[in-house]
């Protein structure tokens, strides 16, 4: 797929890759979801097929899929691309906590030897932020003394949490919040058999941001969104409509929804406070402090989602009021 959006962050790369004079390392940094890591693989490709040859014409970074090196990185074959994420943990079916320091140091047995189609290798590292301490130093010593032909990709929701000498030694391309047109293309391509309400909805759900939209596909978002509304509208006197919504959240087969109204509950309360002023804007900001502490914490704290989603929807009720 190509990329959308993000014309700055394209135009940059893609001018310092025909002048000749490209930087080893570039920090991708902005918010979760709007294209940095497609971004990063869609430029390790051009740029290592680039090198194999012939050269390629195709604008916005994209390489033509029949290319060799196209199908050998999605087979994860490629003998000179490299991409560090967060280790996947078959036996509790998650990942792992942090990007350890064996993982970076595991990328010297490919700077020991010779790139095997071109002069160029690509390391991806997805997200930066992920790096434990020890990892984190790991890189800096390889972007200290870069090794020959080498260029890195740090994929960063969060540069500020990195070492300074880390983004020192990093061109930065700024990534930012898509349109609501771009969002909608990225969804279209994702999801194509998507009805076009349910599109809208995800676009009014992912604020700019398509990755954030895509997790909430396939889960009638917009009726959620009209249930929270209905209670920041209406309230709920008798409670009716809290222990109603709670019960169709509870329950195993309801967790991918109940997560997403954890997600979408305090996002909707700062919408109101943004509405309101003096003490109504006092009482909505301590409401948005409260609700997003107890839906931040409640999968973490393993709360009960029934008891859960009654209270925050109590919350949002008492806007109402």
Request: include cysteine.
């Amino acid at each position: 797929m190509s990329l959308i959006g993000q014309e700055a962050a394209i135009e940059a790369f893609q001018d310092a890759l025909q002048s000749g004079r490209i930087h080893h390392a570039w920090l991708l940094a902005g918010p979760r979801g709007v294209g940095k890591a497609r971004f990063a693989e869609t430029a390790a490709t051009r740029l290592l097929a680039e090198a194999a040859g012939p050269h390629i014409a195709l604008p916005r970074l994209a390489t033509p899929q029949d290319h060799s090196t196209v199908r050998l990185i999605a087979a994860g074959s490629h003998p000179d691309f490299r991409r560090l994420e967060r280790a996947f943990r078959e036996k509790t079916n998650d990942r792992a906590r942090n990007i350890t320091v064996d993982q970076v140091r595991s990328l010297q047995t490919l700077f020991a030897t010779t790139p095997s189609f071109s002069d160029r290798r690509a390391v991806i590292i997805d997200a930066a932020d992920d790096m434990e301490r020890g990892a984190a130093n790991a890189l800096l010593k390889n972007l200290e003394e870069p090794p020959a032909g080498t260029m890195f990709f740090l994929v960063s929701h969060a540069p500020g949490r990195l070492l300074p000498t880390i983004r020192s030694r990093c061109r930065v391309l700024r990534f930012g919040l898509l349109d609501d047109i771009a969002t909608a293309e990225v969804l279209h391509a994702e999801i194509p058999d998507a009805e076009e309400d349910e599109i809208a909805a995800l676009v009014r759900a992912g604020e700019g941001s398509p990755g954030r939209a895509l997790r909430f596909a396939g889960l009638d978002i917009a009726a959620l969104d009209r249930a929270i509304g209905d209670l920041i509208r209406e309230g709920d006197p008798g409670n009716g409509r809290s222990s109603a919504l709670a019960r169709s959240l509870a329950g195993k087969a309801a967790q991918p929804r109940y997560e997403a109204f954890l997600e979408r509950v305090p996002g909707h309360i700062a919408g109101v406070a943004k509405q309101r002023s003096g003490q109504a804007l006092a009482d909505a900001i301590r409401s948005w402090e409260e609700a997003r502490s107890l839906a931040g914490g409640a999968i973490p704290l393993s709360l009960d989602p029934q008891a859960t989603v009654f209270t925050l929807a109590g919350m949002l009720a008492a806007l109402a009021r």
